[in-house]
């Protein structure tokens, strides 16, 4: 049962469900752990966290293209990576490895997504048809 519809703009095809996590801090996916999908990164919001087989919202990628090409790769092949992700600014690695991990990557969300959404709350990303649905509330 869909409670709620955003609108979004597709980067990387696809379609997955889960929990939002919300990161105020850049992501740097080589600082994460690819064994349990847990942020290493010590000053950062999410540390100690799993971002493992959730929706990942954050506003940025950082690192370099290397480190974070290959961060992304490793939480994959590990299979601790993202089920989705949602990003302010998109650069051009993040939209790179989204594309080749056949990971669903949206941006440009309205506004009220990150006003009515919490961490926890189920959304379905369907990134190929540029729709967030809002699942359930927590």
């Not at 290959?70 to 990576?81: I, P, R, S």
């Amino acid at each position: 049962m869909t409670i709620k519809n955003y609108k979004c703009h597709k980067i990387s095809e696809g379609q997955a469900s889960g929990e939002v996590l919300f990161s105020k801090d850049g992501i740097c996916f080589y600082l994460i752990d690819p064994k349990t999908g847990v942020v290493i990164q010590k000053n950062h919001c999410l540390f100690g966290k799993s971002i493992a087989g959730k929706v990942l919202v954050f506003p940025n990628g950082t690192g370099s293209s290397v480190v974070q090409a290959d961060g992304m790769y490793q939480l994959k092949m590990n299979h601790n990576e993202p089920k989705a992700m949602i990003v302010k600014n998109a650069d051009t690695t993040l939209v790179a490895s989204s594309i080749i991990m056949d990971m669903p990557l949206v941006d440009k969300v309205e506004e009220d997504f990150e006003k009515e959404i919490n961490n926890k709350d189920v959304v379905k990303v369907n990134a190929t048809e540029g729709i967030i649905k809002l699942l359930k509330k927590v």
